[in-house]
């Protein structure tokens, strides 16, 4: 075992681990970041987690400010090991300040759980964090745009066709094609093919009609992470063709977000998360706004614990397909993409005729560039 993994072992095990040797200068800076944090919970030993080193003379989690503390692991830890630790504290520990002080707002990296903090606590700020906490909001987006714009451009291009094309896509690479072409100049002796001529897929244009999508995410405290990937997802479904998206977010209140779709990032800062449920009336909501019944799909995004009157929502649901209107009820994913859901609800909405599962973005985006291209 090398000195590395011993030191990581006394990081994760403490004071129980010490006789596997003494701790380096870093080694040391470590251990007393991660006491800073962990050392503040009061049950270590029924949650599993590393037990405080114990050093004496009050240099505990008090010792270190916030700042110096994230200044200390991004010194000491990699990227991935600064996120976990940053989601630890705000979500586990609650310490705010990591959102809500500007000294902190200035140096810290943004990820996604800070911007899911920045959500959660930005009624707390005042105008000039509020502004320091935006640069969070908009790089953090900025990165899932770019991802998840790929995932719905693709969705929207066509199937791929066996005609050949002159555009080289990877995507679009036609394998077999290409061996079967470049036969010829396969070397016995490397046992190996060069390819001349590659050749590639074209795709088949999809015949588009006009579609709603109508997107109702649920905004109460435990919906976060389906709040942003969905003002996201209305955000790349902004403006392609054959599809008019809606948004809207609910608790017991409705609020029509459509006219800032095409900005998610001014949308984040506009919801309110917290507060009841009531499903039901964000799906009548919803059906208020459909023009053709049968060009429309409604998206239910929640956990399913209705706060309103379940006959509402189960009744609302059925008068949806009945008109012919594709009704998804998806459940809450979190950040893991793991579902989280009232189980009986959402069976009774499957009854009813409403396709009730769990989708990350780019299959709800899918899912919506087939119907469209139907």
């Known amino acids: 075992m090398t000195d590395r993994d011993l030191e990581r072992w006394r990081l994760v095990l403490g004071a129980p681990a010490a006789k596997?040797?003494?701790l380096g200068a870093d080694g040391l800076a470590r251990d007393a970041a991660l006491d800073w944090l962990y050392g503040r919970d009061g049950e270590l030993e029924k949650r599993d987690v590393r037990r405080s080193q114990g050093r004496?003379?009050?240099?505990?989690?008090?010792?270190?400010?916030?700042?110096?503390?994230?200044?200390?692991?991004?010194?000491?830890?990699?990227?991935?090991t600064v996120e976990r630790l940053q989601r630890d504290a705000i979500e586990r520990y609650e310490i705010t300040d990591i959102v809500t002080d500007p000294a902190v707002l200035e140096r810290i990296e943004p990820n996604p759980a800070l911007l899911k903090a920045v959500l959660q606590t930005k009624h707390l700020m005042n105008p000039e964090v509020l502004r320091l906490a935006r640069r969070i909001v908009e790089a953090v987006v900025r990165d899932l745009m770019a991802r998840m714009a790929t995932e719905v451009r693709a969705a929207f291009t066509g199937t791929r066709a066996r005609r050949p094309s002159r555009w080289k896509q990877a995507r679009d690479f036609d394998m077999r094609r290409t061996i079967r072409a470049n036969l010829g100049h396969y070397r016995?002796?490397?046992?190996?093919?060069?390819?001349?001529?590659?050749?590639?897929?074209?795709?088949?244009r999809k015949h588009v009609e006009h579609w709603q999508v109508i997107l109702l995410v649920d905004q109460s405290g435990s919906m976060v992470d389906s709040v942003i990937h969905s003002a996201v997802t209305a955000a790349c479904l902004w403006g392609l063709p054959g599809v008019r998206t809606h948004l809207v977010a609910f608790d017991t209140d409705v609020v029509d977000l459509t006219s800032e779709v095409d900005d998610p990032v001014e949308l984040l800062m506009k919801v309110q998360l917290g507060g009841g449920t009531d499903i039901g009336r964000a799906v009548r909501y919803g059906a208020g706004l459909i023009d053709q019944p049968r060009r429309a799909i409604v998206v239910l995004i929640t956990d399913f614990y209705e706060g309103g009157s379940p006959a509402l929502l189960i009744r609302t649901v059925r008068e949806l397909v009945e008109q012919g209107t594709k009704v998804l009820g998806l459940a809450a994913l979190d950040q893991d993409a793991n579902p989280s859901y009232d189980r009986e609800t959402a069976q009774q909405l499957a009854d009813v005729g409403a396709s009730v599962g769990a989708m990350t973005p780019g299959e709800l985006a899918a899912f919506v560039a087939e119907q469209v291209g139907r």
């Open 188 to 204: 016995p002796d490397e046992r190996r093919l060069y390819i001349e001529t590659p050749h590639f897929f074209s795709r088949t």
């Open 56 to 80: 004496a003379g009050g240099d505990g989690p008090s010792a270190l400010t916030t700042v110096d503390w994230l200044n200390d692991i991004n010194r000491l830890f990699p990227r991935e």
């Open 20 to 22: 596997l040797g003494p």
